[in-house]
């Protein structure tokens, strides 16, 4: 078994009227021989990058932004990549950067319906995979084989310190960007989950593997 990350061209749908960022995302699925752990780019755009091999001694930290959460199909993707990861493939944690909790927060108090019982059921899975996992994501390289975590309010400002330009209004995008350099900075091996082509794009820009989808 093999988990592969596949970057691959999505839209972007920002909820303006909750000042929420819906970014919906569709988890893409396919089936593979190889037992390394790979990242596979896709689309034309992204020539240049190719597939190459990952060592399978170091955990991988995949920051999820809230459109994997939200899409019904995305968050059950998500479950079922989790649940195939093997001991075999290298270790994961997957994290949920502060701004992605509080995304969640606001689209729970959406006037569209089907919004908010979006958000409810993806709260209630953030909820669920964090009691499995104690401590904070500073020391989830002692975790087990497949962790979760949330960013800390303290982990947020000492990101928003780091990489923000003091005096702009830094977007979502930008600070779910930011939680994500925060963790390569510390020599972590990093990649961003989102549906959001324009994120993608950003998170490519810094040097940071971005992907649409998980697939074990």
Known sequence: SR???VAMEVDMDIDEEDEVASRQASCASSSSSSSAMDWLETPAYWTGWGT????QGRRVHVIVDTNVLVDPESLEALRSTAAGIVERSPAVSFLFPW???AEL???KKSKDENKRAHARRAMLFVEAVLTRTSGSSMASEDAGHVAYFGQSLQEFKEAAAEFGVRGVRHSNDDLILQCTLQRQRRGDRVALLTGDRNLLIKARACGV?????LLA
């Open 52 to 55: 190459r091999s990952l060592d």
């Open 3 to 5: 988990l592969r990350v």
């Open 105 to 107: 927060d606001g689209l």
């Open 209 to 213: 593997p971005a992907c649409r989808a």
């Open 99 to 101: 701004t992605v909790l």
